[in-house]
């Protein structure tokens, strides 16, 4: 099944095209642990998967056939340590956002919304979920789903899009997803290139520049439900987004928590 995706095989180190699966990334984190059967930059996909999940435990729920999961192992080394890796799952975003973006050259309002969801006029069509894989060479399993042809009354929220929705008449699979890797496995060689560092590899700031979340006011769900409002301003060289609330001069670098935009840039 492979031959269905040629440009992506040949971006791929293995490339396993599955018929359907409950979830691309537990597959690819038991081939994790297998080892070397399963080097860095191997890819599973599939455009039927049943029980796939999201960030903060959601369900991702398409239709048979209407949208493309995928998940990309990347293994740790000397050059990407295991401290890095959290920037992983933001350049898997700005991946696909650029993948995204090549997929409708006509619209103008694709941008990352941090961490690494992909909006196009504010809708979601991709999200990320990595997986860290503890063992004798640590790992990261990146998944990554995007709506290719759901139609409007078959997306699972109002707040959703697919790239049919969005103006894309044909949307070719192996197209989007050959770009999407080749952008994420040249993101990650320049990031390992750097000894991980994330300014100097210039992530830190191509991440910003796509990133629609900065010069927004947001609302931002932290664990534990505390509710931090304010102004987006940045991404500090860790990957966390900083948040000026409203009535402080100061800066709060935020981790993990759900966005809300109140308002575009």
């Not at 050059?79 to 619209?107: F, H, Q």
């Amino acid at each position: 099944m492979t031959s269905m995706f040629p440009r992506s095989e040949s971006v791929a180190s293995r490339l396993e095209v599955l018929e359907a699966t409950p979830s691309t990334n537990d597959v690819l984190v038991s081939g994790a642990e297998e080892g070397e059967n399963w080097p860095d930059f191997s890819v599973v996909v599939t455009d039927t998967q049943t029980a796939g999940r999201g960030r903060l435990g959601r369900a991702w729920v398409s239709p048979p056939g209407t949208a493309l999961a995928v998940s990309v192992l990347v293994r740790a080394d000397v050059s990407l340590r295991i401290d890095a890796l959290g920037w992983l799952p933001l350049a898997a975003g700005l991946a696909m956002t650029r993948a995204v973006r090549e997929a409708l050259p006509g619209r103008h309002d694709v941008e990352l919304k941090w961490p690494n969801d992909v909006l196009v006029g504010g809708r979601k069509i991709s999200g990320v979920l990595s997986e860290l894989v503890v063992g004798q060479v640590p790992s990261v399993v990146v998944g990554a789903g995007v709506n290719l042809t759901m139609t409007e009354e078959q997306l699972p929220v109002p707040t959703a899009t697919s790239l049919v929705v969005a103006g894309a008449e044909h949307p070719d699979a192996d197209e989007l997803l050959s770009t999407y890797l080749r952008e994420f496995r040249g993101l990650v060689d320049a990031f390992r290139a750097a000894g991980g560092d994330a300014g100097s590899s210039g992530l830190q700031a191509e991440v910003a520049d796509a990133c629609g979340t900065i010069g927004s006011r947001v609302k931002v769900e932290l664990p534990g439900g505390n509710i931090l409002a304010g102004v987006a301003r940045g991404i500090d060289v860790s990957g966390r987004i900083l948040v000026q609330a409203e009535g402080s001069s100061e800066l709060t670098p935020v981790s993990a928590g759900d966005v809300t935009h109140l308002r575009a840039r």
